[in-house]
């Protein structure tokens, strides 16, 4: 066992559900390092190991399970021991993972290659600078200095072997490439219903015409949309200068833009 791999109880001791407030502990932890050395590789929902279960975490876990093999419909202790000892499958649910094994579209790459960089901020404070980011993902598109948002999606896509042009640090030329299915995009489609994870999510605040904002789609759920996004915080949207995971509602979104990968 590689000595950097956490280690993880046989019996966890509580079955873990949405409430309010949020469900917390080192066993909130446990289970989100689990997700994660399973989900990601698979290029599957990850998930930021804060000890809270959030709607988030819910998600991923079901989706683990789903893979694992397992037919619970509640992240309980039972489905939590096998997310932590996948090796402690039945022969009848190491046949259902093989059935189930997804076929990973490379566009599900971009959220998980995108959360590898939450927490990454300017430095100094502002200055719409920093090194090697975000300073790196503005100089791919020949830029310095400037609101950085659409320059974080665009490297990722670059990462991905997609190819965007130095449009893409500007949110209305997203869209406006997304319509005409160039330039690196093939799509664009107004509503959640339409897309999914790895296209790009264009946000206005102020109930304008025009993007303001974009991230990359990491989950889609009834009411909001999870997307990891660059140049944000919990107070400036927009110019927040840092990446983050954000949680948000459809009522700021104008639509999603499909990148070419």
């Not at 590689?2 to 079955?15: A, I, S, T």
């Not at 000892?85 to 259902?96: D, K």
């Amino acid at each position: 066992m590689p000595r950097n791999k956490p280690l993880f109880p046989l019996n966890p001791k509580r079955d873990l559900h949405l409430t309010s407030p949020l469900m917390h502990g080192e066993d909130v932890k446990q289970l989100q390092n689990a997700i994660n050395l399973w989900n990601g590789p698979l290029h599957l929902a990850t998930v930021t190991v804060d000890g809270q279960f959030g709607r988030t975490t819910d998600h991923a876990a079901r989706v683990a399970m789903w893979t694992l093999g397992l037919n619970d419909t509640h992240v309980d202790r039972f489905a939590i021991r096998y997310i932590f000892h996948p090796w402690m499958r039945s022969p009848l649910q190491l046949r259902r993972a093989k059935a189930r094994k997804p076929v990973v579209s490379p566009l599900a790459v971009l959220p998980t290659l995108a959360a590898q960089y939450i927490g990454i901020s300017e430095q100094p404070p502002g200055s719409n600078a920093g090194y090697p980011y975000p300073s790196d993902w503005e100089k791919n598109f020949g830029m310095n200095g400037v609101s950085w948002c659409g320059c974080f999606a665009g490297s990722m896509i670059l990462k991905a072997g997609g190819h965007v042009t130095s449009r893409v640090a500007y949110t209305p030329y997203i869209e406006a490439d997304a319509r005409a299915g160039q330039n690196g995009f093939v799509e664009w489609v107004p509503n959640h219903e339409q897309a999914g994870p790895g296209w790009l999510v264009l946000y206005n605040w102020i109930g304008g015409s025009e993007p303001e904002h974009v991230g990359i789609v990491e989950s889609i759920h009834p009411t909001s949309v999870v997307a990891i996004e660059g140049n944000t915080s919990g107070t400036n949207p927009s110019d927040g200068g840092m990446v983050a995971r954000m949680t948000r509602s459809y009522n700021f979104v104008l639509g999603y833009a499909k990148p070419r990968l």
